[in-house]
């Protein structure tokens, strides 16, 4: 599951029922009809069409990154977050996450916001910010139940929440800068996952399409492969 701006959703997503059905009704006809024909698999997507890779690399001084595009009212964000957690602890690499906001979200402009005021004070805890509303996304209703998780996360962390995280704007025009980014690179849905890298025989970018299954994998392949581009020890 994924989730898809209505903005830019394709057209064909808002069918009216009756269509679907006798899109349906068709494509039962010719099953009946093709019942001797041998089987074929369908052709995998090709995932993200990238037009602007310039976010799609790892940061200065590192072989091997995780990308992501996410936004923190998704639930397929929160289903994924743990299991990019994990990676990121095993193979000791870095973890860019862009806020790609889907607009019918109720509150999570706001929770993008507060996780950047966070960042500011430390990105550790910018991260915990964002893994702790992933985790608790289901019991975060509207706006007001943003604010009480909030005000909770800053008092078990003896921080005084101010009534205003954003008075002059900025922290919300880097988040829309964020979704901007995440246009101008080709996503159009959340969670696009990317493993970078750089230097070495690997792929500067590919995208995870299957995280459950096939995170760790691309992960591993990517190291390999950048594993001749990392300066050899200096003997003493």
């Known amino acids: 599951m994924t989730c898809i701006p209505l903005s830019i959703r394709p057209v064909s997503a808002f069918r009216p029922r ?11 006809l010719l099953l009946a009809a093709s019942s001797h024909a041998p089987a074929q698999f369908s052709v ?37 977050n743990p299991l990019l957690k994990a990676a990121v602890a095993k193979y000791n690499i870095p ?8 607009p019918s979200h109720k509150w999570s402009t706001s929770g993008a916001v507060n996780a950047r005021w966070f960042d500011a004070k430390d990105p550790a805890l910018g991260g915990e910010y964002r893994d702790r509303l992933f985790a608790n996304q ?3 209703y509207g706006l ?18 101010p009534s205003s995280l954003d008075p002059d704007g900025k922290l919300t025009d880097a ?5 901007e980014l995440g246009r101008r690179t080709g996503i159009i ?9 750089a230097g070495g025989k690997s792929a500067p970018f590919i995208e ?14 990517a190291l390999a492969d950048t594993a001749a581009a990392q300066p050899a020890a200096v003997r003493k």
């Open 144 to 161: 007001y139940a943003l604010r009480h998780f909030t005000e909770e996360f800053a008092q078990s962390h003896g921080i005084e929440l």
């Open 175 to 179: 988040v829309l800068a964020d979704s």
């Open 138 to 140: 289901t019991d975060i």
């Open 44 to 80: 995998p997507s090709a995932g993200t069409e990238v037009h602007d890779a310039s976010a799609l690399k790892p940061p200065a001084g590192s072989r091997v990154a995780i990308v992501e595009f996410a936004d923190l009212e998704c639930p397929a964000c929160a289903a994924a």
């Open 189 to 197: 849905h959340t969670p696009t996952v990317f493993v970078v890298a």
């Open 18 to 28: 009756f269509g679907t059905l006798m899109a349906a009704v068709s494509a039962g």
């Open 95 to 102: 973890w860019v996450r862009h806020d790609f906001l889907i």
């Open 208 to 221: 995870v399409q299957h995280i459950d299954q096939d995170l760790d994998r691309m992960i591993e392949q």
